[in-house]
């Protein structure tokens, strides 16, 4: 074939590949008539979520699943669908906007396919990723059952080597959500099928990343690091189908150089590295990690990379007793948003890396160094955006359950800002969960502590939160104490303290408040773990211009009253700083739904205050130089 005829046979393909990219877009437009945010504008089933979803282990080769599917949504009782209803754009909810159906499931059954070309290798495992699926799912590949998962906030795997074949393969998921339903005490944080206030739209089905990717059947699986501020360094590495003779190497790279290396036998590296560069959020620096598998006859079988950033989390008492947050040996006043982490084209899900950089940029410039992610676990990258921009976070585990004791009475809050409050041991002070249900909230704790351990930016662990879902508390407690000394644990942010973890969490609005005298305190981190909430609805910037609004006080007449009532509520915060209280959480980020209490509008186009203007308001109350 001469140039001529290899250019215009170029030109021909690139034509037809670009005809059928634009039909299948043709088959999908986001819902019409709903709010979007900018970068929820821009997308297409061509550019949705292309990042690699695990960057803490990473390999260069994987395929991303992403994009259109197809759905149905049929009776629970009914077989899978031979009539599909429409297209689907993963990695949206159903019921969000950018899915392209914004449509409700009720009671039903949700089913999705796909069908992918694949090139087969035998020698391979091949692994089939879902980063998050609310709530209950079924996987089948090319008909064959390949496994189930029960919850809806992790990512889970599974093997489907026996399953996958050359060429075209079919992917079919079925998924059940019965969100806020009180007898199945699903994990759900903010979900609630009456959404209004501080509840939110349901989410179900799919709405992180699916993927999949090849590895040698003995593979690194995860790793665990632990990096202090010291220069110790300690990973473990946990092996897939692990073999006799198998042996490992590691590399230690900091901006491209190599500084340091290692070989193992057992798995495990055990290093200390001088004069390493801590992290922090003014300095955020990280260190790169490349670790090789070797099979017994020293044959590489896997490569992958990772990263750590050197810290060290601890307390310490200032000259009037009061104990404070320290990182690396000094103290710091943790100072951040509460953040819900929704979206109004997304819902749960960012339209896009973009517009969570857009969002957490616009908080570092504010001066804030933390951020309290509320009730929802982050897809992994969300976390490695923090490391690298340098974000204490306060991670709390999702809650889920009912707020009354078995369903018969209600039980009380216990609040750290009220004179009167009940002796912890007399009374129902927290729920009693089945003992099949508290299982599957230690489950999902557990794997939420596995699957972030390794982030140098999570730095508090939150177990409950204003006794939604409370139980078996110390238990909880004395679990996570044990599991994970690295960090701080915040047993009840705002709900019923119980003396065991790191920190006294109150919350108050609109005006922040703490109880700094009481007895019950004492030796512990006093925190402000929510206060603020103060509303103003930006013109053309509201999710729901004829519902009722939900803010914490009465609504201001002007935005100039709005911004004053936001500068006393951070010099109250700022006084309370000096008597003691070591970290301030103002709620919050962004609006969300009917509640107008953000920062930024739904749609994040509009700023209530500048970065620069909060800046200057928090240096004024002096939480930050």
């Known amino acids: 074939m001469n140039k001529l005829a290899k250019l215009k046979f170029t030109l021909v393909l690139l034509a037809s590949i670009s005809l059928f990219s634009n039909q299948l877009n043709a088959k999908w437009s986001a819902q019409a008539d709903v709010m979007l945010t900018p970068w929820g504008e821009q997308i297409t089933p061509d550019n949705v979520w292309q990042q690699y979803p695990r960057p803490q282990l990473q390999r260069q080769n994987w395929l991303n699943l992403n994009g259109l599917w197809q759905y149905a949504v049929v009776d629970r009782k009914a077989a899978e669908p031979k009539d599909w209803q429409g297209d689907i754009l993963v990695p949206f909810a159903i019921e969000s906007p950018l899915s392209g159906v914004g449509k409700r499931l009720e009671q039903q059954a949700l089913w999705y396919q796909t069908q992918f070309n694949f090139n087969h290798s035998t020698k391979q495992a091949h692994i089939l990723h879902f980063e998050a699926v609310d709530y209950a799912c079924k996987v089948w590949l090319n008909d064959q059952y390949v496994g189930a998962h029960q919850g809806g906030n992790l990512p889970f795997k599974f093997d489907v080597s026996a399953a996958i074949k050359n060429g075209a393969n079919k992917l079919i998921v079925r998924v059940i959500d019965d969100t806020d339903a009180a007898d199945r ?111 017994a006859n020293h044959k590489l079988i896997d490569t992958v990379t990772s990263y750590v950033g050197f810290r060290t989390v601890g307390r310490q008492q200032d000259a009037n007793g009061n104990w404070l947050f320290t990182l690396n040996g000094q103290s710091i006043f943790h100072w951040g948003p509460l953040d819900q982490g929704w979206w109004p084209d997304g819902l749960l899900t960012p339209p896009s890396e973009a517009a969570v950089l857009y969002e957490m940029d616009y908080l570092k410039q504010a001066g804030f160094n933390m951020i309290r992610k509320h009730k929802k ?81 999570i730095v508090v662990w939150t177990t409950f939160n204003e006794r939604w879902g409370q139980h078996n508390t110390l238990k909880v407690g004395e679990f996570v104490e044990l599991y994970d000394p690295t960090r701080h ?18 919350h108050h609005y609109p005006e922040p408040k703490f109880l700094l005298d009481a007895k019950e305190f004492t030796g512990y981190i006093k925190v402000v773990g929510e206060f603020g909430g103060h509303g103003w609805p930006v013109k053309n910037h509201v999710w729901a211009p004829d519902r009722e609004k939900m803010i914490y006080g009465n609504m201001p007449k002007t935005l100039s009253e709005y911004q004053q009532r936001y500068i006393r509520s951070i010099n109250n915060l700022g006084e309370l700083k000096k008597r003691g209280i070591a970290a301030g959480v103002y709620t919050q980020t962004s609006d969300v739904e009917t509640e107008i209490n953000g920062l930024l509008t739904y749609d994040r186009k509009a700023q209530k205050l500048t970065a620069e203007q909060l800046k200057q308001i928090h240096q004024s109350a002096g939480l930050i130089e």
């Open 185 to 295: 005490y699903q994990l759900r944080g903010k979900q609630t099928q009456d959404n209004r206030g501080i509840w939110y739209t349901p989410v179900s089905g799919i709405w992180q990343t699916v993927w999949l990717e090849s590895v040698h059947p003995t593979h690194i699986d995860s790793l665990k690091a632990v990096a202090q501020a010291n220069g110790q360094l300690k990973v473990g590495l946990n092996l897939a189908n692990n073999k006799q003779g198998i042996s490992a190497k590691l590399d230690v790279l900091f901006n491209n150089q190599r500084i340091a290396s290692a070989t193992s036998n057992n798995a495990e590296f055990n290093l200390h590295l001088n004069k390493v560069k801590t992290w922090s959020p003014d300095k955020p620096n990280l260190y790169d990690l490349k670790i090789q598998l070797f099979d």
């Open 377 to 457: 676990v982050e897809s992994r990258r969300y976390y490695y955006l923090a490391d690298k921009m340098g974000f204490l976070v306060w991670q709390d585990q999702v809650s889920g359950g009912v707020d009354t004791n078995g369903g018969k009475q209600e039980w009380p809050i216990w609040h750290q800002t009220s004179q009167t409050y009940p002796d912890r041991m007399q009374g129902e002070i927290e729920a009693h969960w089945p003992t099949w249900a508290h299982q599957q909230y230690m489950d999902e704790l557990t794997i939420m502590l596995d699957v972030l351990s390794n982030h140098p930016s």
């Open 489 to 506: 644990l915040n047993i009840a942010s705002g709900g019923n303290f119980f003396p065991i973890g790191d920190i006294a969490d109150a």
